[in-house]
Structures are given as C-alpha cells and as structure tokens.
C-alpha cells in the first residue's frame, strides 16, 4: 500500500522568508500524482500545488514551488516570500492508479510577523 | 456554482444514533469522494463514486457505513449506530473525470463535524 510520510509536525517561518517543507512516499507505481493542500483554520482544503510523476520539470504556482526527486521519492514545497495568508496546515498526498487520494499527517506551518 | 457544499456543517449525536450527512459537489464534476478527517489526521479515503455508481470503498469503512449518490448529483452518507469513535470531520470532494487540466483535482468542501456523546 501507499504511504505518505510528513517528517515534520510543524515548522515556523518569518514573513518575507522562504520555508521548505518535506514529505516522502512509498509506492511501486509508475504513473502517479502527487499534491500538496493547505487546509487554514476552521476553513476547506485547497489545492496549492500538482505534480506529475512523468514530468521531471518542477511545478511551480506563483510562490509555491516543488522539488521533485522520483528516484528518492520525494515531493518537497518551497514557499518563497512567505505572507501571513499561508499560515495553515500542509498535507502531501499521493494519487496512484486507484481513486483516492493518500494523505500524510500534515505540517503545522506559522508565520510570524 | 459557489463550490462543494455540504450540510449540516456541525452535528452533535448520542450514541447508537443515526446520523446523515448531504453533499452537494459542483455541478459539471462526475465525480464524488468521501473523506474522514480526526484531529491531526490527514483525510482518510472512505469512498469514490462516478456518477450514481459506487466504484470504490475503504476496506476500512464499518458496515454502519453507507453512501450513496442515488442520480449521480448529490450523495448522502449515513452512519447507524454511531459510537464515540466515529467522531470527525467528515469531508466531501468532487473532480472531473477524463484527462484534462481538472482531472485528478479534487475539490473539496468545509466538511461536516460530527460528535457523538
């Protein structure tokens, strides 16, 4: 089975900084996605960022950018320029051949003013 | 279309009680998840439907468990019996099928709470 693995709970960063956050997966697929999601306070999940397994260029959305290494399995997000909006729980999650989605436990990420 | 929207957004139940919740996911999307969310969890699959038909089940789901999405528009879920581990935000998500741009992205709404007592 897939696994997502979120080595860290949480992770704090100052305004205007640059916070990386990481996340591993175990899969024996070729063909996969995956995904990162913010979910704020008291508030839905949505879709910060995609990658496609086989695609080797990183994807990038603005501020948010992925380090994609498929031979270590390995899906990091690179926020740059952090804003106090970015404040919120990150889950990495995988999509394999099956429907659904796999998600880590999630990064508490803080910014401080 | 304002989006996924489900309801009630919070709910409170004894245990042994039935409860339901309703889904509506944004219109042009064929496709339906439901998700379980307990604190400091990330969302756990529990199942997957394609227009009215359920394709796939969490083999982690209870037989208490049932969904459906009876014209391929809205689902509902409902759990019987409920017991003080059921409590959780549980979380819908809709997508499009095919290949484009939007397949593989879900979109999902602000969740209904659930509590039982």
């Known amino acids: 089975a897939q696994t997502v693995t979120q080595s860290q709970p949480e992770m704090s960063v100052q305004e205007a900084e640059t916070v990386t956050l990481s996340c591993t997966y175990d899969t024996s697929e070729s063909d996969y996605y995956l995904f990162w999601y913010k979910q704020p306070p008291s508030r839905q999940m949505i879709l910060v960022i995609r990658?496609?397994?086989?695609?080797?260029q990183n994807a990038t959305e603005n501020r948010f950018s992925v380090n994609f290494q498929k031979a270590a399995k390995s899906f990091s997000l690179k926020i740059s320029d952090s804003q106090l909006g970015d404040a919120a729980m990150y889950f990495c999650?995988?999509?394999?051949?099956?429907?659904?989605?796999?998600f880590g436990k999630g990064t508490k990420l803080t910014v401080n003013p | 279309d304002t989006g996924v929207s489900q309801d009630p957004r919070h709910k409170i139940t004894k245990r042994g009680q039935n409860v339901t919740f309703r889904c509506d996911p944004i219109s042009e999307h064929n496709r339906l998840y439901w998700y379980r969310q307990t604190l400091g969890q990330g969302p756990e699959f529990l199942t997957y439907?394609?227009?009215?038909?359920?394709?796939?089940k969490s083999r982690l789901l209870s037989d208490r468990f049932s969904a459906e999405r009876p014209k391929g528009s809205f689902s509902t879920l409902e759990i019987q019996r409920t017991e003080q581990g059921d409590s959780a935000m549980y979380l819908c998500a809709s997508s499009l099928g095919g290949m484009g741009p939007g397949a593989n992205v879900l979109t999902f709404g602000a969740g209904s709470r659930l509590t039982v007592l």
């Open positions: 999650a995988y999509k394999g051949g099956s429907e659904k989605l796999v």
């Open positions: 439907f394609q227009n009215e038909a359920q394709l796939e």
């Open positions: 990658q496609e397994a086989y695609k080797q």
